[in-house]
């Protein structure tokens, strides 16, 4: 659980309520490095000389940064993305996203068969791989893990879409 960083022998406390209360009064310094060229600003607070000289309140603060990130993690775990999800990449997640599927909910409700079409109407590139990778994300499996079962009821349905629509075939793969 990172509730505190130390970058070039500073301590960067993550934001919690108390720190933000404590920022009003005594601004710190965000923690900010870079990334691809671009300065970006992390969600941290360097810890100042007043905080080091009272350890009740840095411990305290340290608390609360600790508590915060807690309730953070727990947040992710009980919405989680659908990039969260086992064969789901950020490039799957947007493009489902696209295709109007926008939780993880939504893609357990509609399925993988129902997603694949969507995804299929915006993207010709999709193919039988996509297919089981929507069932393994639903199921909790990598795709390759699939049981041979489904796998193979899932290409007869895969072939049966194919032949009963040739606007599908391209991009079969």
């Given amino acids: 659980m990172v509730f505190a960083l130390i970058n070039k022998d500073e301590l960067y406390l993550r ?20 990334k691809r060229g671009k300065l970006v600003s992390l969600n941290y607070f ?18 609360a940064s600790l508590e915060t990130a807690q309730l953070e993690l727990q947040d992710r775990q009980s919405s989680p993305r659908l990039k969260d999800l086992p064969n789901l990449s ?7 996203y696209e295709a109007g599927v926008m939780s993880v909910n939504h893609l357990y409700q509609m ?8 995804l299929k109407a915006i993207n010709q590139h999709v193919g039988f791989q996509t297919l089981l990778a929507l069932q393994g994300a639903i199921t909790g499996h990598h795709a390759a893990a699939l049981p041979q079962a489904t796998r193979a009821e899932l290409n007869a349905w895969f072939q049966r879409t194919l032949l009963s629509n040739p606007n599908l075939r391209s991009g079969e793969g």
């Fill in 15 to 34: 934001a919690s309520e108390p720190l933000r209360e404590y920022l009003t009064d005594r601004p710190l310094q965000p923690l900010i490095f870079r």
């Fill in 46 to 63: 360097r810890v100042d000389e007043a905080l080091w000289r009272d350890p009740d309140h840095l411990l305290a603060l340290s608390a």
């Fill in 90 to 96: 950020v490039r799957m997640e947007m493009m489902l």
């Fill in 111 to 118: 399925g993988a068969k129902q997603c694949w079409l969507k």
